[in-house]
């Protein structure tokens, strides 16, 4: 397969990060595999994340991941043509059996898939309650299932507040080992042991972040630990009402 778009797409992305000088901090590279078929979930904090979620594969090896992303993405006139010229995955949300068909024919044929089981950006920040397609995915094409985190992103670009250009801002991008599975386990079984994955791991990065904030209450830092964060509770009231606004 041609990659006309997706290649010049990953040297701006590299181009931006370089302009921006995130400062990275990637673990874990090794755990994608260098060839063959994996799910990678991650969780959801920044509009950055594709890119995020793309960076240890590209190190890897320069593979590449098709991701899965909602309909309205590629609906989009600019958005559009790049997700269908990268090979990008659409689902329709009211149909999505299509779109689990596309994504266990490209791990056939031995391609990476990107989910983000938690469907939209957190406003938490914390991971949310996981749908079940990358158990699912993974179970039923036999192949590795791994969790990744991103943090820091969200410090420039998240959803309900303007994008911040500020430059230096530490990125962490953790991948985790592929998640144990066995043969008599169920999607929700995954789905659940994913979950709590994540969120042991997005514990992990927050303590390790090396920008901890320097007044209380900073927006970007989860509430748990301080931060001004909505919690998990305020933040699915914000989540509804921005979905019920977009409907009237």
Known sequence: ????????????????????????DMRG??????????????????????MFVGLPPHRRGKRLVRFMAKQSVFDHPISGPLMRGMHHIPVDRTAGAAAFRHALRALGDGELIGIFPEQTISRSFMPRRLKTGAARLALDAHVPLIPIVTWGGHRVWTTGRRPQIRRHVPVSIWVD????????????DVTERLGNRLRELVEDVVTAYPDQPRTPGDWWWPAHVGGGAPTPELAADA????????RR
Do not use: K
């Open 29 to 50: 590279v090794d755990n994608i595999p260098s060839t063959g078929a994996a799910v990678l979930a991650a969780n959801h904090v920044s509009y950055f994340d594709f």
């Open 1 to 24: 397969m041609r990659e006309w778009v997706y290649r010049p797409v990953i040297n701006t992305a590299l181009t931006l990060f370089r302009g921006l000088d995130f400062r990275f």
């Open 177 to 188: 080992r592929p998640l144990p599975i066995d043969a008599t386990a169920t999607p929700a």
């Open 239 to 246: 989540e509804f009402n921005s979905i019920q606004g977009r």
